[in-house]
């Protein structure tokens, strides 16, 4: 059975992203867990990884696509075992964006560079960080298990 990887929302409020390369190819054999690709947001750099394991049949998106669509697939797993066949057509969903025109602020005007630097981490990782800091906000926030 054929597997979609979709376009993963890394915040709640994410609802389009950067594909900003692959970290595997076509044919590749997947662990879970294996990083698959990078994702670009306007704060993060973050892995997607994969969830069952299986063969990366087919890339929808390529890499340096801007604008991609939380839930749009960005490509097609085939299950070990299972035979080759041609993966479904799908478009990818992007938004466009129409071009705003923007008055300088005072550190752009003064030449001065945006120092926020994209941090790379992977889902699990955003996961843990956010849930950490969910904790240490409310003293009645905790999680059981794992």
């Known amino acids: ?52 394991p299986g063969f990366l049949e087919k890339i929808l998106i390529a890499e340096d696509t801007e604008n991609v669509a939380v839930n749009t697939p960005i490509a097609i797993m085939r299950e070990k075992g299972e035979k080759s066949a041609e993966a479904p057509v799908v478009r990818a969903k992007v938004i466009e964006k129409a071009p705003n025109e923007t008055v300088p602020s005072d550190s752009e005007a003064s030449g001065i560079e945006n120092m926020q630097e994209n941090v790379s981490q992977t889902v699990r990782e955003a996961i843990r960080d956010a849930m950490a800091e969910e904790m240490r906000a409310d003293d009645m926030v905790y999680v059981m298990g794992e």
Do not use: F, N
């Open 1 to 52: 059975m054929s597997i979609q990887v979709l376009m993963p929302a890394l915040s709640p409020t994410m609802t389009e992203g950067k594909l900003a390369r692959w970290l595997k190819s076509e044919g590749d054999y997947l662990e879970p867990g294996d990083a698959i690709a990078e994702i670009e947001t306007d704060k993060a750099t973050m892995e997607v990884e994969a969830v069952d």
